[in-house]
Every structure is written in C-alpha cells, then in structure tokens.
Nanobody, 122 residues
C-alpha cells in the first residue's frame, strides 16, 4: 500500500518561500509519477506540479511556473515542492499524490497524502 506523508506547510508573508516534502513508502517508485495538487477554501482542487520519477521530467500549472520547483530524492523516496515568491492566492491545502503515469489533472491520481496547509499573508 502506497503511503504519502506531507510536511513543511505553514504561514508565510507574500514574497516568501516554503518547501514542502512528501515522504513516499510502500512501493518502488521508479515507475511512478508523483505530484502536488492544492485546494483553496471554496474552490476546486487544482493541479500544481508533477514529476516522472525515473526520467525526472517535470510539469507545472501555468499559475506556478517560474515560482515553484518540484524535485525528488530517490535515496530518501521523497518529493519536494520548493515554492518561491509566494502570493496570497497560493493559500491552500497542498496534497501529495502518486500514480503509475504522469497526469496533469487535479483528480486522476491513485494515491493521496493527508494534505498540509499553506497560508500566505498579504
């Protein structure tokens, strides 16, 4: 069973940075994709970023391109989301997700973490 545990959320001022971590277990992830989605209060969940574990190819939503970076550490089975130049509209619960193929959808993932809150104050 795949388990995903997020950490690193918190409160930050606009223009600041945070790094989210997602520790993955239960599989050999070399043939998986991992990613991040987010859901703000009263809004639909949206895709943020994804990474093909073996190839390292990355994918981003237009709203975060150039500000967020997804990466993975194969030795630690951990995926990171480095978030720079944060904006109040980035405030949301961020969810780590895993799938056997890369998807750039908010919902088409097989496995989910519990979520971590990111709040950006203006």
């Amino acid at each position: 069973q795949v388990q995903l545990v997020e950490s690193g959320g918190g409160l930050v001022q606009a223009g600041g940075s945070l790094r989210l971590s997602c520790a993955a277990s239960g599989r050999t992830f070399s043939h998986y994709a991992l990613g991040w989605t987010r859901q703000a209060p009263g809004k639909e969940r949206e895709f943020v970023a994804a990474i093909d574990w073996s190839a390292g190819r990355t994918y981003y939503a237009d709203s975060v391109k150039g500000r967020f970076t997804i990466s993975r550490d194969s030795a630690k089975n951990t995926v990171y989301l480095q978030m720079n130049n944060l904006r109040p509209e980035d405030t949301a619960v961020y969810y780590c997700a895993a799938n056997q193929v890369v998807v750039t959808s908010a919902h088409a993932w097989d496995y989910w973490g519990q979520g971590t809150q990111v709040t950006v104050s203006s």
